[in-house]
């Protein structure tokens, strides 16, 4: 069974300071997901990830892959309040219908 | 851009009562996922559909079932609810797109039923 576990699952962080969300998974797997949720909202599409050594980054965000390691880092750079979320992980196939495995999600905080 | 839609977005039932939940993919995308997200959970996986042909189940309730239809719209029908179905439903869709595709799954804003 697919386990996906992230760390830390809460953070709580300056503006300004720079951060790791790490998330590994169990079982070898074609794809990983970063997707953000706000409080009692739907979950919004950050990165896909679809090879060994991928890196991909949008603002403040930056994710990578290491599929050896089955490991994948979501870095935050110079925080600001507008991040405060939850971040999940998830893990996919290249398979037409094949679900999601998410982690538990990291709630970030970012203080002013 | 269009999204997922999804109907309705609040529902509250009794026990042991029926619900339907409605969910309309992203025009031209094949491939609708049914997850059900608990308060301070992460999304768990009930069941999608690739073409109208079920593709891939996960630990959905046999209270409930799924379908999708010739327009590629799905409807989970849930029945004999109980309180721990009090959740967040989201409907994701994606496109295939031939094999060619990331397979990313894009998520509408759910349904948060309340059973009372």
């Known amino acids: 069974e697919l386990k996906v576990e992230q760390n830390p699952l809460f953070l709580s962080m300056q503006e300004g300071k720079n951060y790791t969300i790490y998330c590994n998974y169990s079982?070898?797997?074609?794809?990983l997901y970063w997707y953000r949720q706000d409080p009692g909202k739907s979950l919004e599409s950050l990165f896909v990830l679809l090879s060994n050594g991928a890196v991909k980054q949008e603002g403040r965000l930056m994710a990578s892959l290491d599929t050896k390691a089955r490991l994948s880092t979501l870095h935050i750079t110079a925080a600001v309040h507008d991040l405060s979320a939850t971040y999940f992980c998830?893990?996919?196939?290249?398979?037409?219908?094949?679900?999601?495995?998410f982690g538990e999600g990291t709630q970030l905080t970012v203080n002013p | 851009a269009a999204g997922v839609i999804q109907s309705p977005r609040h529902l509250i039932k009794e026990k042991r009562e029926t619900a339907t939940l409605k969910c309309y993919p992203i025009?031209?995308?094949?491939?609708v996922y049914w997850y059900q997200q608990g308060p301070g959970q992460d999304p768990q996986f009930l069941i999608s559909?690739?073409?109208?042909?079920?593709?891939d189940k996960g630990s959905i309730p046999d209270r409930f079932s799924a379908q999708q239809f010739s327009d590629y719209h799905s409807e989970l029908n849930m029945s004999s609810l109980e309180l721990g179905d009090s959740a967040l439903y989201f409907c994701?869709?994606?496109?295939?797109?031939?094999?060619?595709?990331?397979?990313?799954?894009?998520f509408g804003p759910g349904t948060r039923l309340t059973v009372t």
């Open positions: 079982t070898t797997s074609d794809r």
């Open positions: 025009p031209r995308h094949d491939t």
């Open positions: 559909f690739y073409e109208k042909m079920q593709s």
């Open positions: 994701a869709s994606s496109n295939n797109d031939g094999g060619r595709g990331t397979y990313e799954q894009y």
């Open positions: 998830a893990v996919g196939r290249e398979t037409s219908g094949s679900r999601l495995t």
